[in-house]
């Protein structure tokens, strides 16, 4: 229901939907033909072939697309946080924390989501850079990523409930996702263990990619899980430490 | 006078207050410069050459994006469209101040902080990992880079205020700026990486719009790419395109100012 008021207010304001969605498209376009025209002249990117390179990015895009997707409530939660209208939330027969994730769901980026999964499948089919099981492989590890993306975007709404500061943090997020645009290992050893640990973009976007491609170990499926059940976990806690210190104070 | 630096000064007091932004404004800019750096030099990891750029001049021109972000792109008047809709307006358009001027000093401020820092950041990371970076041989690059920056930087205000005073006839300022002021000036101005590394039908259509002017040719300029007459050229366009938007920026302003009806207020 929430989902379907947000998805009919934005169609509404149908101006600004289309100027959005052309910006995500002339984005995504732009970047395809910088890579594709770079690639046809290196040949290779840190070891990976040029269609090893492009599938990177498209998995890039679909984890931030379908991310952005479900999670983007939480631009909209620090308003909530300061008026002190979220007490309205709280009271509802839902879980805590569905306000603040799930409150706005961005339709636009639904719309762009199913040309990009066509595209994506017939790209790897055809070029044959993945095959039925590395797919199955790759479909859990998308969603392990949806779930550590859940536990991150948590963690924001729990900081923003504390500091009432979002906006900031969640577009670090964005620019540190940004950074696994292309292959995480043209980074160095220091920088690539901060995206595996701290956000964990490689965990977020680069496992699953590998898994597609057949080229990661089973320590990484292994490590990988467990991190993304280590954040959610933690995540969680830290939401219901927040919680009891929510003082609801302009309302 | 006097009171345009009154302004400068509470604009820097506003940074001040809110420091946390500003760090992780900081820390945002390092992680875009950073993207790009690292994935250049992995370009370069096994090659000294390509697509027309040494090297030493591609990280330059990594390094060059940074800094022009920071000079050029680094803006306050972007708050004009949210404060035209809110009708918070209302209260500036009755102190005794011009509002090209007023926004002018908040974004001088703006660019003087980012600048700052983006010196101190840069230069550590240029220390750390020992990379040539690369100087004009000619004396007059220096002074056509400085005059096109100059221009630009009067380019990209009055660009950007033009695309604020849309606000008094749409609600959707912010999707105007976002597409305009984000998307095409971002890929279009060369702030992701040079133009001419796009095929040539691509750059023909970017050539046509004023913003490799902010970025693009200031940076082909330094890293002396491009001849003395292409370079008075570049100049000389970047400044018609100022005057029409300076133009526009003053029609659209009067215009919409009489139109101005503070719903939000």
């Given at each position: 229901?929430v989902s ?14 289309i100027l959005f969605?052309l ?9 395809f033909i ?5 690639l046809d002249?290196?040949?290779?990117l840190?070891?990976y ?43 509802k ?16 980026d639904?719309i762009?989501?199913?040309p990009?999964w066509i595209y994506?499948l017939?790209?790897g089919?055809?070029?044959q850079?993945f095959?039925?099981g590395?797919?199955f ?6 969603a392990s990523s949806?779930?550590?993306a859940f536990?991150?975007?948590?963690f924001i709404?729990?900081?923003c ?11 670090v997020?964005?620019?540190l996702?940004n950074m696994?645009k ?16 701290t ?11 590998k ?12 490590g990988?899980s467990l991190?993304?059940?280590l954040?959610?976990?933690?995540s ?5 430490y927040?919680?009891?210190r929510?003082t609801?104070?302009?309302? | ?9 509470i604009t820097?007091?506003e ?14 800019s ?8 690292f994935?250049w030099?992995a ?9 027309g ?20 792109l680094?803006?306050?008047s972007?708050d004009?469209?949210g ?18 001027t007023f926004?002018?000093s908040?974004d001088?401020i703006d ?17 750390i ?8 041989q ?23 205020f033009?695309?604020s ?5 749409t ?5 105007t700026?976002w ?7 971002e890929?279009?101005s ?10 040539s039908?691509?750059q ?6 004023p913003?490799p ?11 002396e790419?491009i ?7 570049a100049?000389?366009?970047c ?6 938007f ?7 302003w009067?215009?919409?100012?009489k ?7």
């Open positions: 229901m379907l008021r947000a998805a009919q207010s934005q169609l509404l304001t149908s101006w600004a939907g969605l910006g995500k498209i002339v984005r995504f376009l732009l970047f910088f890579l594709f025209t770079v002249s290196v040949k290779t840190a070891g072939n040029r269609e090893q390179v492009i599938l990177f990015f498209l998995v890039f895009n679909l984890v931030d697309v379908s991310v952005q997707f479900l999670f983007r409530g939480v631009y909209q939660f620090r308003p909530l946080v300061v008026s002190g209208n979220y007490d309205l939330d709280l009271l027969p839902l879980p805590s924390f569905f306000r603040p994730l799930f409150g706005w769901t961005d339709i636009l639904f762009t989501l199913i990009l994506f017939w790209f089919f055809s070029n850079l095959n039925p590395n797919f492989l790759f479909l859990i590890l998308f949806l779930i550590l536990a991150f975007h948590l709404c729990g900081v409930v504390l500091t009432t500061e979002i906006d900031h943090l969640i577009w997020y964005r620019d996702t696994a292309f292959p995480t290992d043209i980074y160095q050893r220091g920088i690539q263990l901060i995206l595996t640990f956000i964990p973009v490689v965990i977020l976007i680069t496992v699953p990619a898994a597609l491609m057949g080229i990661l170990s089973w320590q990484g499926i292994i990988s991190i993304s059940g954040f959610l976990f933690f969680l806690k830290f939401w219901g927040v919680l009891c929510y609801s104070a302009s309302s | 006078m006097r009171k345009y630096f009154q302004l400068a000064k820097f007091e940074y001040l207050t809110y420091r946390l932004n500003f760090v992780l404004w900081r820390f945002r390092l992680i875009s410069f950073l993207t790009l750096f994935f030099l370009i370069y990891s096994n090659r000294n050459e390509f697509l750029y040494q090297k030493a001049q591609m990280l330059a021109y990594v390094v060059g994006i940074a800094i022009l972000r920071s000079i050029v680094g803006s306050r972007v004009l469209g404060q035209i809709r809110s009708g918070e307006l209302t209260r500036l358009i009755l102190w005794p101040v011009s509002m090209f926004w002018f908040r001088l660019k003087i902080l980012n600048i700052l820092f983006t010196v101190i950041e840069l230069g550590a990371v240029l220390i990992f020992k990379f040539p970076f690369y100087f004009p000619k004396p007059e690059t220096y002074f056509s880079f400085g005059l096109l920056v100059v221009l630009s930087l009067f380019l990209y205000f009055f660009l950007s033009v695309i005073v849309t606000a008094f006839w609600e959707e300022v912010w999707a700026r597409l305009f002021g984000t998307i095409f000036l890929f279009f060369g702030a992701f990486f040079p133009i001419d590394v796009l095929p039908w691509l023909k259509i970017i050539y046509l719009t913003f002017y902010l970025v693009f040719f200031p940076l082909k300029i330094w890293l790419q001849s003395g007459i292409m370079a008075i050229r100049i000389f366009i400044s018609i395109w100022l005057v029409f300076y133009w526009l920026a003053k029609i659209l009067q215009k919409g100012a139109n101005y009806g503070a719903y939000g207020g």
